[in-house]
């Protein structure tokens, strides 16, 4: 088995917001994210799969392929948006970096022909970052 | 004379759009940076200043005042915040990277003790920045 | 179950001295890092934290609270220091890249409310680092 | 247990090809990478060691000896080179990313003396990698 | 007047050798890149260009314009390809750094609208690139 | 003319400390970094020449030589030392990024075979260098 990984980017705006509290307190949980004309970031997003490599091509995951997946999957959608307005999912979740992974790996998870999908990796910030595995 | 640079981050959204423009028109011109939603960055911001080093001490400019200058002129105003709506120099200019490092050029100019501003580099993302060395 | 890592740099010296070997010796096994003058490094930590994302805020862990664990615990004992003359764990252990990982471990195992420490991650240069994941 | 990596590079170059298929099949399956003349990468190995810390050294690993070992079995054979017609383990077989990786860990696999090979991670540019952590 | 500098990337393969040196020379003078079988980089390609900022559009330059340009001009020409082998410009010209950066900017000059080709930088590894700024 | 680049890198440890000064005085003006004891970075050297490239070489300078005069004039002086106690024109002028630049320039002007000295730049962390490019 081998892993391999690839990497994507994708600008977007977001802030941190839990409507059933107080503007207090989601200042005090979220500090200056909570800010609602939000933020941003250039995020990059780090998608790992896991499979045998095929001894003809000597591919474990055609590369194409899952650049296509991944931008028709995520980047499309994420790319230029503002996350909290414009992406079903974060409609009622916080677009934190950990829920992110999350939603990457729902969006990716068993569509990646011949291959699993092994870890989103998601970077807020070159000094943060969230990986998620799958479930279970 | 020497130079020295001292880099900075910030994080906010922005989007692209002149008002006397139509809808069209600003997708035209802008493409997807014209979402009114906003998108966001990672912005890096690069001063460069320049002098003369003081023979005793070994600095042409003192580290943490510099440091000061900038957080208190541009960091803590523009971090976290949402260029279009928040920043006043970009309620009626167009926040581009080029935009951008004029204005923080004009909020630093003449602030630092003891040393000339020499340049303003601001990354919007890793492979795409913008250069301002004062007007003529 | 998520991991999310932070970073966090500091600069400190350093040098690799065995007492009970002689001149000969410390220089055989660490070359020039065995200068008693000391030499220094830009140190990158990385530390990943597991948990459960908590359905309302999102996080797996207060981001401002590690990021104060990290600067209280390590940062601020480390950063500006040399490592072997200031540094209580390293009086008497080599602080190779290696035991600077499982000190970092050490001092912030059990500190991070509401996650596990996962992984320390040290950065001696860029292209050497060690990983710990705490003990059997 | 600790883990230690240590980072080379070395630039060559390779094609896509298998000789089975028809031009047409080489071009679907590989895209420009089919092109006969070549192209080129800088290649980043990561070369991951698992061990007990020496409670004298400190090291996991002699540093040295692992750069030695690195040079004379992977990097002093791959750099300025063209592996499809220099390198004897990709004359029959495709050096995808994922095929370098598993080469490097049979070139190295028990030739680190007092430590396990752990991971041989390689970089074929900064948005694609591959894992290898050994058969069975 | 302001400068805006867009990267791009590109894979290729290259060798350094002067035809009317003996064998010896080419080695003598080039080392491991005399190698007639190629090697290969990943190249990091800086465009900047100078002008005055649209007061309308805030742009000195329209990036999806001079995206178009550098792919059409440039990557497309060289990514992917061996340079000696089959880019015109480099059948009787050693493709080193220098030479490429002069290339580039031959093709480029005079084909970005409204602006003033101000420098092309070409970084054949992260820790090797050439400056190019116009003859006379 | 054209200008070429070239990277090298070196850890040393260093503080900041005017002897004429008192305790008190030395922290005023350095902070963290006026500890005698001592701390370290991993510094990035980058010098750059200019000249005209060698119509049948393609080089402005030989890169070999130019690697092998920057290891034996800086490097290998500068690496793994305490630079306020081992290198000569640090022990009576503060080792700031701004002297260290200017120290360098110092090493190499006129020792470049058939190019001009043009720029030497040093980071002591990745947001922070100095540029120097000669007196007059």
Known sequence: MILLTRKADFSAAHF??????SDEENVRAF????????????????????????PVSG???DLKA??????????????HRHLNLEVPE??????????IAIAV??????????????RVRVYEMPDLFA???GGA
Not at 34 to 43: D, E, L, M, P
Not at 105 to 112: C, T
């Open 16 to 21: 941190y917001r839990v409507d059933a509290w």
């Open 90 to 99: 974060f409609k009622s979740t916080v677009p934190t970096t950990e829920n």
């Open 31 to 54: 500090g200056r994210c909570a800010n609602r004309n939000g933020h941003g970031h250039n995020y990059t997003l780090e998608v790992t799969v896991a499979g045998e490599v095929d």
């Open 131 to 133: 990986d998620y595995m």
């Open 105 to 118: 790996w729902k969006r990716l998870e068993g569509k990646v022909p011949g291959a699993k999908l092994h």
């Open 66 to 79: 899952l650049k296509e997946i991944m931008n028709r999957e995520v980047v499309s959608i994420y790319d």
């Open 59 to 61: 591919f474990v995951v």
